[in-house]
Nanobody, 124 residues
C-alpha cells in the first residue's frame, strides 16, 4: 500500500485560507486516485474532494464546492487541498486517502489507504 502523510493544518480565522498537503510514498503515485475526507467532533467521516490519477477530473462534497480545490503534482507525489472562505463548520481532522482506481473519480468506499490526519480549526 501507499503511505500518506498530511501537513498544513492549523488554526485560522473564519474567512481565511489554508492549504493542506499530502505526501505519498511506497507505490507509484500515478497509480492512485487521491481524496480528502474530514471528521468533525461527534460526526461521521465526510467526503471532501477527490481527483483522478491524471488530475484532469475532480469531485467535491456539496459543503465545500466553490470554496475548496483539490490538485496534485505527480512529479512530487503530492496532493493538495486549497481551502478558502473557511467557516467554523469546516473545523475537523482532515485525512488524505488513496484509491487504486484509474479513469474515473472513485467512490468513497474505494479509498483504502489513509493518512494519520491533520487538524484544521476555524475560529469565529
Amino acid at each position: 500500500q501507499v503511505q500518506l502523510v498530511e501537513s498544513g493544518g492549523g488554526l485560522v480565522q473564519a474567512g481565511g485560507s489554508l492549504r493542506l498537503s499530502c505526501a505519498a510514498s511506497g507505490r507509484p503515485f500515478s497509480s492512485y486516485a487521491m481524496g480528502w475526507f474530514r471528521r468533525a467532533p461527534g460526526k461521521e467521516r465526510e467526503f471532501v474532494a477527490a481527483i483522478i490519477w491524471s488530475g484532469s477530473s475532480m469531485n467535491y462534497g456539496d459543503s465545500v464546492k466553490g470554496r475548496f480545490t483539490i490538485s496534485r503534482d505527480n512529479t512530487k507525489n503530492t496532493v493538495y487541498l486549497q481551502m478558502n472562505s473557511l467557516t467554523p463548520e469546516d473545523t475537523a481532522v482532515y485525512y488524505c486517502a488513496a484509491a487504486r482506481v484509474r479513469g474515473t473519480v472513485p467512490a468513497a468506499a474505494d479509498f483504502n489507504s489513509w493518512g494519520q490526519g491533520t487538524q484544521v480549526t476555524v475560529s469565529s
